[in-house]
């Protein structure tokens, strides 16, 4: 079992829907990172959070510590938002501040 | 927030050759900069952890006398894959942590390709 795991791993929606993505992690931790993947590869880090709720534009990031586990939504969803979006953790437990990854979802918006 | 480079963006080498990746953080101080490779499909797979003035720590299973890092600065970063074999293709992509906040900044990725 992956430390850090997220569903779905496919989402296909229509523009304007509200999408969740969902993160479950099995350890404990110091920092929760949302990170976003276009094609060709440039990664864009979305949120930190240590805890409770962030927001930037249309994106709202929340965690419950307590159960593990964290989600991304995306309000008003617009093709531009097609993507991978990749779940990361910083373990309390693990020196140096890497993190451990999920292994992504892959966000489709048609119009 | 805060912007990472990599240079070159792509490139493309011969076998046997050496191709030297930069990592530079353009508005803050690295004191940790991360290495990873990426796979089609699969996740980052960190290679080695490096801090400002000392040696990489390598993941396990990473050569490092294959993957060589310097981190000579607060702001540069580079990774140079010696003698390149086709199998080294790959993404590879930097990142820094700013150190009074941990966030990481990730830098746009450098797509190597040996023929």
């Known amino acids: 079992k992956n430390e850090v795991e997220q569903s779905p791993q496919n989402l296909t929606a229509q523009e304007g829907e509200f999408i969740t993505i969902n993160c479950s992690y099995s350890?404990?931790?110091?920092?929760l990172h949302w990170l976003q993947q276009h094609p060709g590869g440039g990664i864009v880090s979305l949120f930190m959070l240590s805890s409770g709720k962030k927001k930037h534009g249309r994106l709202i990031a929340t965690i419950n510590i307590q159960e593990k586990h964290s989600s991304l939504h995306i309000t008003a969803s617009h093709p531009r938002d097609s993507a991978v979006y990749i779940c990361a953790v910083r373990s309390e437990e693990t020196s140096g501040s890497r993190l451990t990854f999920g292994e992504g979802t892959q966000l489709t918006v048609n119009p | 927030g805060a912007v990472v480079s990599q240079h070159p963006s792509w490139v493309i080498c011969k076998s046997g050759t050496s191709v030297k990746i930069e990592c530079r953080s353009l508005d803050f101080q690295a004191t940790t900069m991360f290495w990873y490779r990426q796979f089609p499909k699969q996740s980052l797979m960190l290679m080695a952890t490096?801090?400002?003035?000392?040696?990489?720590?390598?993941e396990q299973g990473v050569e490092k006398d294959k993957f060589l890092i310097n981190h000579a600065s607060l702001t540069l970063s580079t990774l140079t894959v010696t003698s390149a074999h086709p199998e080294d293709s790959s993404f590879y992509i930097c990142s820094g942590l700013a150190g009074v906040t941990y966030e990481q900044y990730f830098g746009p990725g450098t797509r190597l390709t040996v023929t």
């Open positions: 490096s801090n400002e003035g000392s040696k990489a720590t390598y």
């Open positions: 350890v404990g931790i110091s920092a």
